[in-house]
């Protein structure tokens, strides 16, 4: 089963018919206990049982048949840090997830109920799921169920105050559609980025060593759309950490369908369109290309298919 997501929204709902959260910046995890056995599967319904062994326990924290939805998130001073958290997806080796759950444990943020006792409850509103959620009292060292908020407004500026992610607002009546995304629960984050899907890359001026630009884009039939070139934010450490995630992408197609500018394309290295990063921008240009981008993060938690789906 995939997760339900939020659409973007623009004006915070508000009264007795809406409630409110935290929008945390983790990875969205469904987590199924049956016959005594954990099973935690991502956003892309691959199987990250393995990732995070801190959470095995929750097997026996509640009913022996329950199907949740929630965030895994990495926390650093109090807040989520998803630079932390990327360290610690798609491990597959239990060895190494042990070390990295020792150094960075994380923590499992439920927010929603799916099954239970093998009754599938995705058909009743989503005050009656919290409610029966609740009930469970699932809290232990690594999972939990956050609050709620009835007043969205607060909620938003306390999170913008404490730099966190945002808000997601959700209908009371809202039923679970499984991997749809609907206006019934709408989010609001306060970070302007936006994940784009590179293309390709070219190295610094002068430099056989250093990542000195991404080509990004969007997904459009037949490759992406090209959105430009983004060069800031990849110096130091992280450049070199996103240069060996490019490395093993190498093609020798261009991926992007329209045309990629000379100044860009030249000494450019062209990459099969798997990865995904964030960016942030001062918006658009007239021809459809990202204004001064700078690179904010890897996004190994979202694959180009998402992308299609608008964010």
């Not at 339900?4 to 508000?14: E, F, H, I």
């Not at 995890?29 to 099973?39: K, N, P, T």
């Not at 990542?211 to 884009?217: I, K, P, W, Y």
Request: hydrophobic share 40%; no cysteine; net charge positive.
């Amino acid at each position: 089963m995939r997760p339900m997501l939020a659409s973007p929204g623009t004006v915070l709902p508000d009264g007795p018919d809406w409630t409110h959260e935290i929008k945390w910046d983790g990875m969205r995890v469904l987590a199924e206990v049956s016959s005594g056995r954990l099973r935690l599967a991502s956003r892309n319904e691959l199987d990250v049982t393995v990732s995070f062994p801190e959470l095995a326990g929750l097997s026996a924290a509640g009913p022996d048949d329950m199907l949740l939805d929630g965030e895994v998130v990495a926390m650093q001073q109090g807040r989520p840090s998803f630079a932390a958290l990327a360290e610690r997806m798609h491990v597959h080796d239990a060895a190494r997830a042990r070390a990295l759950a020792a150094a960075t444990p994380v923590t499992y943020l439920v927010f929603d109920l799916l099954r239970l006792y093998g009754v599938d409850v995705t058909t009743r509103p989503l005050a009656e799921r919290r409610a029966t959620l609740e009930r469970l009292d699932l809290t232990g060292p690594h999972w939990r169920v956050p609050p709620t908020y009835d007043d969205g407004a607060v909620l938003r500026a306390a999170t913008l105050e404490q730099g966190l992610e945002g808000v997601v607002s959700k209908r009371w009546s809202s039923r679970y559609l499984p991997g749809r995304r609907t206006k019934e629960w709408l989010k609001f984050p306060h970070r302007d980025a936006v994940s784009v899907v590179v293309g390709g890359w070219r190295l610094e001026t002068d430099s056989d060593r250093r990542l000195g630009a991404l080509l990004v884009g969007a997904p459009a039939p037949g490759g992406l759309r090209y959105l430009g070139r983004v060069g800031s934010g990849l110096a130091g450490r992280e450049g070199a950490r996103v240069l060996s995630q490019l490395t093993p992408l190498a093609s020798p197609s261009n991926p992007f369908v329209d045309e990629v500018p000379r100044a860009d394309a030249l000494g450019s290295r062209w990459l099969r369109p798997q990865l995904v990063v964030d960016v942030r921008s001062l918006g658009g240009t007239a021809g459809g290309r990202l204004r001064q981008p700078s690179y904010q993060r890897l996004r190994p938690d979202l694959t180009p298919a998402d992308l299609a789906d608008p964010r």
